[in-house]
């Protein structure tokens, strides 16, 4: 028997004349303002305001109105993150489709009605986390339920395939205040301009998660410390960030599997004294890890990163619109360490992109472009290239069929000539150990530390 503290948004809103499948934001917002209004006192027995828990059982629910957390110790929970690929369904023919199993996301589901606003990522978000004044968010909770989308929309391209554009200004979770110990966990977000943003974050958890097929997948913004980013599968659309931290200290990103198509898997701008770790990153495009706006004392280890060319069909027009010799990771800033990672870049030669004045038509593995003190050391660096194969029928061609072909492609390759690390000319005072012959290297060794591979 739950406790008074306890809501099934189902029958709570059928006994307060509501309608959960209609419009799941109304009902938490009512819910939240009851649990405001029977804990109204701050401090009685050394207690007053425990929160409670809003349980989603497995459903579609609508959401028309904006769901708004201005209170602690609150956990939205519900049965399933319900997760399936939108992408593949909106890039196959409705024939199939008559053919499919199921069609949309399932589990605890939330449909983002919200008209969207891309100047406004809060606006058009499912759940706004905000309140003023002291003390900030504290233990709120969200676990175990799907925030979709539903739609793309057209985009300045103007290109017919919309599903394909990443764009429609809505936002799975948007956290706007101030907050500490928020666990996202075990959540299905898909088909969002934005899946989570959090501003102004300490100790925060993003656990367990399914956040895909959005445009941008995780952005800790304002400025935080001590959080974590772990065992997550995660990947954004080819315009925006799959991770993405600004003005972090403390950060721990490890563990999470992080798909192609993101124009960048992990970006960190400002962020220092910070842990990047034994996470899988793969990529159709340069710029997968970047380090910039003075990124400073972090360590990259033991990472394994795959850039290779787009194998499925409806994605292959579009990319991030860098070329190869901006470098798969990317370092502007000080004292950085990057250190016994895997790097593999496996693509047909045709596929490299260099702009027309690069003399070097290499592909760039690490670049430092500005700092001092970087670390870069005992990097294993692979480059292969292979002709690509035309699919032998239809079933060849599907998403899944032909990304793992290419994945476990590793036989009759030949050796790609890369630029293993590649030093500028500004960044000065740097440390380059083992991490390649000296003609795969571009570092000068009278203002940098340089050892090649015999």
């Known amino acids: 028997m739950h406790s008074h503290n306890f809501y099934d948004v189902t029958t709570w809103a059928l006994e307060h004349q509501l309608d959960a499948f209609n419009d799941i934001g109304a009902v938490i917002n009512a819910i939240v303002a009851d649990i405001k209004q029977r804990q109204n006192t701050v401090d009685i027995n050394d207690g007053g305001k425990p929160g409670a828990t809003i349980f989603i059982p497995a459903g579609d629910y609508h959401l028309r109105t904006q769901a708004v957390i201005n209170l602690s110790y609150l956990k939205i929970v519900g049965e399933g993150h319900g997760f399936t690929s939108s992408s593949i369904r909106f890039n196959t023919t409705p024939e199939e489709i008559k053919q499919w199993h199921e069609v949309w996301p399932g589990g605890s589901r939330i449909i983002n009605d919200l008209t969207g606003n891309q100047q406004d990522e809060a606006q058009g978000a499912a759940i706004l986390v905000k309140r003023e004044g002291n003390p900030r968010l504290s233990s709120i909770e969200f676990a175990n339920f799907c925030i979709d989308g539903l739609h793309f929309v057209a985009d300045a391209s103007g290109r017919p395939d919309v599903e394909n554009t990443y764009e429609n200004g809505k936002t799975g979770i948007y956290i706007a205040s101030a907050n500490d110990s928020t666990r996202i966990t075990e959540m299905g977000i898909i088909y969002c301009e934005h899946g989570l943003t959090i501003c ?171 700092g001092s003190g970087n670390y870069i050391a005992t990097n294993h660096i692979v480059g292969t290239t292979t002709k690509t194969q035309e699919p032998k029928d239809a079933l060849a061609s599907a998403c899944f069929n032909t ?27 740097n440390t380059v150990l083992d991490c390649g012959k000296l003609s795969e290297l571009s570092v000068d060794a009278t203002t940098n530390t340089v050892r090649a591979l015999p």
């Open 200 to 370: 102004d974050a300490d100790a925060l958890t993003v656990d367990n998660n399914f956040v895909a097929e959005c445009g941008n997948c995780i952005e800790l913004r304002g400025s935080g410390q001590a959080s974590k980013i772990s065992n997550n599968l995660i990947g954004a659309g080819y315009k925006g960030y799959s991770i993405y931290a600004c003005n972090f200290g403390g950060l721990l990103i490890a563990a999470n599997n992080v798909f192609p198509r993101g124009k960048s898997s992990i970006h960190l701008s400002n962020v220092t004294r910070s842990n990047i770790s034994a996470n899988r990153l793969h990529s159709f495009y340069a710029g997968m890890l970047i380090l910039d706006q003075g990124s400073s004392e972090n360590l990259v280890g033991s990472n394994h990163l795959l850039r290779d060319h787009e194998p499925w069909a409806p994605m292959q027009d579009y990319d991030n619109g860098l070329s190869d010799d901006f470098g798969m990771v990317v370092i502007a800033g000080n004292n950085n360490s990057v250190i016994g990672n895997h790097i593999s870049q496996c693509i047909d030669a045709q596929f490299l992109k260099f702009p027309a004045d690069c003399t070097d038509k290499r592909p760039v593995a690490i670049k430092v472009q500005e």
């Open 403 to 429: 990304q793992v072909a290419a994945l476990l492609t590793t036989q009759q390759l030949q050796k790609l000539e890369m630029l293993h690390v590649e030093v500028s000319p500004q960044a000065q005072g």
